[in-house]
T-cell receptor, first 116, second 110 residues
Framework: DGGITQSPKYLFRKEGQNVTLSCEQN?????MYWYRQDPGQGLRLIYY???????QKGDIAEGYSVSREKKESFPLTVTSAQKNPTAFYLC???????????????FGNGTRLTVT | ELKVEQNPLFLSMQEGKNYTIYCNYS?????LYWYRQDPGKSLESLFV?????AVKQEGRLMASLDTKARLSTLHITAAVHDLSATYFC??????????FGAGTRLTVKP
């Protein structure tokens, strides 16, 4: 079955440590995204990538970094510079339905990060 | 900058009743998406609306899009408990981003 796998499901870290969240997809989608969700709120875009070796900042990129060395993989690193890293992180991917229309986002099951 | 507003943010309904969730957005777009999120879970796609006047229906949910008014609605007919979830609309901003509303947390009570 095709899908997006995020790991780990839960992650606990001490303040000041960098942590990397994994996201792998086997849907053959070109575009991948990282969103952050805080309790009771919507999703905010951290980074996205339309193609291998290229990525763009979203609204809240500060304190985060990404890489896109393979089409299937888009890991997110939460650095110690991120002031409030505790949140639910969602990875998603999409493709194009036509020349310009994006497919709905396919989401992974998320990683819940707690930093103390 | 594209802004997406949903209302209401919280909705408590009795089973069997009808209600509508509204999604307004601030700039031109003709691509709107509705998602559902169960507590502690990820989001799943419900509807994709790609043109003015588009209407999609699945079970007790019906979504529509009015691009002139920059408004989409998600109508719930004869609500049942299984529909309890948070519903998000999202708008494709034509710049490789999909902006989400804050979500409507729906609770259907017996």
């Amino acid at each position: 079955d095709g899908g997006i796998t995020q790991s780990p499901k839960y992650l606990f870290r001490k303040e000041g440590q960098n942590v990397t969240l994994s996201c792998e997809q086997n849907l053959n989608h070109d575009a991948m995204y990282w969103y952050r969700q805080d309790p009771g709120q919507g999703l905010r875009l951290i980074y996205y990538s339309q193609i291998v070796n290229d990525f763009q900042k979203g609204d809240i990129a500060e304190g985060y970094s990404v890489s896109r060395e393979k089409k299937e993989s888009f890991p997110l690193t939460v650095t110690s510079a991120q002031k409030n890293p505790t949140a639910f992180y969602l990875c998603a991917s999409s493709t194009r339905l036509g020349t310009a229309v994006r497919s709905p986002l396919h989401f992974g099951n998320g990683t819940r990060l707690t930093v103390t | 900058e594209l802004k997406v507003e949903q209302n209401p943010l919280f909705l408590s309904m009795q089973e069997g009743k009808n209600y509508t969730i509204y999604c307004n957005y601030s700039t031109t777009s003709d691509r709107l998406y509705w998602y559902r999120q169960d507590p502690g879970k990820s989001l799943e796609s419900l509807f994709v609306l790609l043109s003015n006047g588009a209407v999609k229906q699945e079970g007790r949910l019906m979504a529509s899009l009015d691009t002139k008014a920059r408004l989409s609605t998600l109508h719930i007919t004869a609500a049942v408990h299984d529909l309890s979830a948070t519903y998000f609309c999202a708008v494709d901003d034509n710049n490789n981003d999909m902006r989400f509303g804050a979500g409507t947390r729906l609770t259907v009570k017996p």
